[in-house]
C-alpha cells in the first residue's frame, strides 16, 4: 500500500469517527431538548392548573402546583409571582415576600411584582426594602400613583418627610396624568 492510500484511509477513519461524534451530540442535544420541552410543558400546566385553583380561592392545591411548576421550570416568573400572591392571601407575607423576590430574580421588569414586594415589606415592617421596591416600580412605570403613595408611607415610617412629600407630588401628578389620558 502506498502512503497515499494510508492518508486517505486515515482521513475518512477520522471523517467517520467525526460524524459519529456529531451524530451523538446530537442525538445527545436532542435528548436534553426534549427533556427541556417536557419540563416546560409540565410547568404550564401545573401553572394553569395552579390559577385556577387561586381562583377558586383553593390556596393549598394552588401551592402544591405553583410548586410543581417551579420544580419544572424554575425560572418561570410569573409561577413565582402567583405563588406570593397566594401566600399574601393566606397572610403569610414572609413567604409571599421571597417568592416576589425570586420573581424578580427571573424578570425583574413587571412593576406589579415590585410593588407587591414593597407591600409586604410594609405589612412586615420592612420600610426600606418597602422603599427599594417601590422606587424599583415606578423608575419602571413612572404613571404608577398608587406606588408613589406607597413609596410616600415608607419614607413617613423611615422619617423622611421631605422625600415622602415628594413621592405624595408624584403620586398626585402621576393620578391627574392618568386620568387626562
Given at each position: ?48 392548573q395552579a390559577i385556577d385553583c387561586l381562583k377558586q380561592k383553593s390556596y393549598q392545591s394552588a ?63 420592612q420600610h426600606q426594602d418597602a422603599v427599594s ?49
Amino acid at each position: 500500500m502506498s502512503d497515499n492510500q494510508d492518508s486517505s484511509d486515515t482521513v475518512k477513519l477520522g471523517e467517520h469517527n467525526l460524524q459519529q461524534g456529531n451524530e451523538r451530540r446530537l442525538a445527545d442535544r436532542s435528548s436534553v431538548g426534549l427533556r427541556h420541552l417536557e419540563s416546560y410543558r409540565s410547568a404550564q400546566n401545573a401553572l394553569k392548573q395552579a390559577i385556577d385553583c387561586l381562583k377558586q380561592k383553593s390556596y393549598q392545591s394552588a401551592i402544591a402546583n405553583f410548586k410543581i411548576a417551579i420544580q419544572n421550570n424554575g425560572e418561570l416568573a410569573e409561577a413565582h409571582f402567583y405563588l406570593g400572591l397566594t401566600y399574601f392571601m393566606l397572610n403569610d407575607y414572609e413567604q409571599a415576600r421571597l417568592s416576589y423576590q425570586q420573581a424578580i430574580k427571573c424578570e425583574s421588569g413587571d412593576p406589579t411584582v415590585h410593588e407587591n414586594l414593597g407591600i409586604v415589606c410594609q405589612l412586615l415592617d420592612q420600610h426600606q426594602d418597602a422603599v427599594s421596591a417601590f422606587t424599583y416600580a415606578v423608575a419602571l412605570d413612572p404613571k404608577r400613583a398608587e406606588s408613589y403613595s406607597r413609596l410616600g408611607n415608607s419614607l413617613q415610617k423611615l422619617g423622611k418627610r421631605e422625600e415622602a412629600k415628594a413621592a405624595y407630588q408624584q403620586a398626585v401628578l402621576a393620578k391627574l396624568k392618568s386620568e387626562q389620558s
